[in-house]
């Protein structure tokens, strides 16, 4: 699993893929509130607004997740995976002395 998560760790993403998205969602939305205008009239900017800004937090959080494996408060707690995983195993080898589970710190996150 460790050397799984390495190799998806270590895998550039293209900045094609962020210039693509970023290029079509700014078309996608300009064409959006056009093409509304003749629907809603004016209401066709704040309702362009508002669905422009899910789209463009929905781009953020697809950025912001792209690397899971950096230690900040939204990425997979490979800590906390890797000591569940090893006290699980010595569990079944029968070991007693087993450490202690990680436990959360500050405001309830792992990191």
């Known amino acids: 699993m460790l050397s799984t998560c390495e190799r998806l760790k270590k895998t550039p993403f293209p900045m094609q893929y962020t210039w693509f998205m970023t290029y079509s969602m700014v078309i996608f939305l300009f064409v959006f509130s056009l093409s509304m ?15 422009g800004y899910v789209f463009i ?25 890797s000591r569940t995983i090893e006290v ?6 029968g070991d ?5 589970p990680i436990k959360p710190r500050g405001k309830g996150y792992l990191y």
């Open 96 to 100: 007693t002395d087993l450490p202690d």
């Open 37 to 51: 205008a003749g629907h809603l009239g004016w209401w066709s900017i704040p309702f362009s607004l508002l669905i």
């Open 57 to 81: 937090m929905l781009e953020y959080v697809g950025r912001h997740i792209e690397n899971p494996f950096e230690n900040t408060v939204n990425d997979v707690p490979m800590d906390y995976l």
């Open 88 to 93: 699980d195993l010595r569990q079944l080898l």
